[in-house]
Nanobody
Framework: QVQLVESGGGLVQAGGSLRVSCVAS????????MGWFRQPPGKEREFLAA???????AYADSVKGRFTISRDNAKKTVYLEMNSLKHEDTAVYYC?????????????????WGQGTQVTVSS
């Protein structure tokens, strides 16, 4: 089992920046993919970004250029730096973990999920 704990969410004004973090623990492997998803109120969970253990990223078109994913293998932590935030970025942000190296945007490919952290962008 892998446990994931997100942090760093909060309230930010439109145009501002925020960084959320996710720490993995438990039965983590040296090769993995960690991803960030979000779920706005009343909507489905959507893919934002993912990164392999070797640092290869992938982004949804909707956040490319505004969001940056990074990881620190020694700390077993993945980060999502969010800039130029908009009201529509308001959502619960989740990190997810899968073994192996295949980047994927499909939620069901990730067996492990954190509890989420709320990000609210005031307009």
């Amino acid at each position: 089992q892998v446990q994931l704990v997100e942090s760093g969410g909060g309230l930010v004004q439109a145009g501002g920046s925020l960084r959320v973090s996710c720490v993995a623990s438990g039965r983590t492997f040296s090769t993995y993919v960690m991803g960030w998803f979000r779920q706005p109120p009343g909507k489905e969970r959507e893919f934002l970004a993912a990164i392999t253990w070797s640092g290869i990223p992938a982004y949804a078109d909707s956040v490319k250029g505004r969001f940056t994913i990074s990881r620190d293998n020694a700390k077993k932590t993945v980060y999502l730096e969010m800039n130029s935030l908009k009201h529509e970025d308001t959502a619960v942000y989740y990190c997810a973990y899968k073994y192996g190296e295949g980047l994927t945007a499909r939620p069901h490919d990730y067996p492990y999920w954190g509890q989420g952290t709320q990000v609210t962008v005031s307009s």
